[in-house]
């Protein structure tokens, strides 16, 4: 339990829990910082709703200062998920 404590990029929970939430965010931003993109994948253990999934966050701004976002989430069945336990 304490190796989970220590590093919090693990997955804390168990799939057996009901009704439990966990995802990692991952973000990457330009030099120019016009452009960002964020991964947040997860596992959503909601009783009867049970999946993992992806989330996007694409921004970019123009020239003109106008900010464009795209997103967008990838739903997977909860067997597709896997994790590590080190």
Not at 13 to 26: A, S
Not at 36 to 48: A, H, R, Y
Not at 59 to 65: A, R, Y
């Amino acid at each position: 339990m304490l190796e989970k404590i220590k590093n919090p990029i693990l997955f804390q929970g168990n799939l057996n829990k009901k009704n439990y939430f966990e995802g990692w965010y991952f973000k990457q931003v330009s030099l120019d910082q016009k452009t960002s993109l964020s991964f947040i994948p997860g596992v959503s253990l909601n009783e009867g709703d049970e999946h993992s999934f992806i989330q996007y966050i694409l921004v970019i701004t123009d020239d003109d200062e106008h900010t464009i976002t795209h997103t967008g989430y990838v739903r997977y069945n909860i067997s597709d998920f896997s994790y590590q336990k080190e």
